[in-house]
């Protein structure tokens, strides 16, 4: 267990290639290890960001699971931490059978975190070493009482092939379904109250009733037709949902039962 995160993709390079960053990756962790992975090709999604529904050719990647973190000490130097994590991933966009997903993490001094592993080169298929950077946003605190909160919401119904997983952290929320045939991948953001943090206010993204909720948040991201929760999760302001609580979803005679899976607040 630790603290949740809500990490930003700086940069990516197959080795010895050079860094780039194509897409807006974030990674939503909670403090069980829960993980929602959503890529999103930068280009193709401002293309489409007034869209309701975006296309197929704006992910690059998405996943989730929980991961699985082993320390290894620090660096030689003393300064650099190093530890290997793997992710174990429950729902893939690109496989019902993914392959391993693990690397070696090493904290920077300015606290982000380089990590290198092993993967799939997409054009030559040969195992190839592979350098992501990755660095924290801020866990925004909402309500009276200035709380920041983690909600974590999961569906599996083996019989009808169904999985989902659905992530709020501070000001972002992302979620994953897949069904047999079917996938959906949606992202929310709370709206930035000023741009001096740099962030994009999100309220230009999306203005149908859909795509919002009445507290300030925006979908700013969404692909398939499933019902994912959420707008409910995002836009739920008093009280706590309930370890176990059940919330259930009805679309084209589908009933969806997310269950809560971990609720935290610090």
């Not at 090709?41 to 401002?46: A, G, P, T």
């Not at 997409?122 to 983690?150: C, I």
Request: glycine share 10%; charged share 30%; hydrophobic share 30%.
């Amino acid at each position: 267990m630790g603290i949740p995160t809500i990490t930003e993709r700086k940069h990516f390079c197959l080795i010895p290639g050079e860094p780039e960053e194509p897409t807006s990756t974030i990674v939503l962790t909670s403090k069980d290890s829960y993980f929602v992975d959503v890529r999103i090709l930068k280009d193709k999604w401002e293309e489409e960001k007034s869209e309701d529904i975006n296309s197929r050719e704006c992910i690059d990647w998405a996943f989730a699971g929980r991961s699985r973190t082993t320390p290894h000490g620090a660096g030689k130097d003393g300064t650099i931490q190093l530890s290997h994590t793997v992710w174990d991933h429950w729902i893939d966009s690109k496989s019902d059978n993914p392959g391993p997903d693990e690397g070696d993490m090493l904290v920077q001094e300015d606290g982000d975190v380089v990590e290198r592993g092993m993967q799939k080169h997409p054009l030559t298929g040969q195992d190839t070493e592979y350098e992501e950077l990755w660095h924290d946003l801020e866990v925004e605190a909402f309500g009276k009482k200035q709380n920041r909160s983690t909600l974590v919401m999961r569906i599996e119904d083996t019989e009808r092939k169904i999985r989902g997983v659905a992530i709020k952290i501070g000001g972002y929320c992302q979620g994953i379904l897949k069904t047999e045939g079917s996938l959906t991948i949606e992202r929310w953001e709370c709206k930035a109250d000023t741009s001096d943090d740099g962030r994009e206010d999100v309220s230009a993204w999306h203005h149908s009733q859909e795509g919002r909720t009445r507290n300030g948040w925006f979908r700013t991201f969404r692909f398939g037709e499933g019902n994912l929760p959420c707008i409910t999760m995002c836009g739920h302001t008093s009280g706590k949902f309930g370890l176990n609580a059940t919330r259930t979803d009805s679309k084209d005679e589908l009933e969806l039962d997310w269950k809560v899976l971990e609720e935290y607040y610090w």
